[in-house]
């Protein structure tokens, strides 16, 4: 629940980030993407059941979101870096939510 306030609140607010800051320390543009559409997917599969008993299913959000990150070989403090990065740069995170989108319609059509 931390790390998903924590991506309205950076989206809402801009950080400055130092020339120096902005080139070390960012997940890379593709991997990023792919975070991010495996962090929506757990937050949409966390509201489908929040009607079960609210705290497992608050666990079980962290734990997601943990999991993700360590698929990726990453860490909250890198994706809120990276998360502020594209904040202060919105065409760059648009192009990657157009990514995303894509790639989430692909799926789509592949279901059985």
Do not use: W
């Amino acid at each position: 629940m931390k790390l998903n306030l924590s991506i309205f609140i950076c989206l809402l607010l801009s950080c400055t980030l130092s020339k120096e800051e902005e080139s070390h320390n960012l997940i890379p543009k593709t991997e990023f993407v792919g975070v991010l559409k495996q962090l929506h997917l757990a937050e949409s599969r966390f509201q489908l059941n929040k009607r079960r008993g609210m705290g497992s299913v608050k666990n079980y959000l962290t734990i997601q979101y943990d999991s993700i990150l360590s698929t990726y070989k990453t860490n909250e403090e890198m994706f809120e870096r990276t998360l502020y990065y594209y904040a202060e740069h919105p065409d760059e995170l648009e192009e990657i939510y157009s990514t995303l989108l894509e790639e989430l319609k692909e799926e789509i059509v592949n279901l059985p």
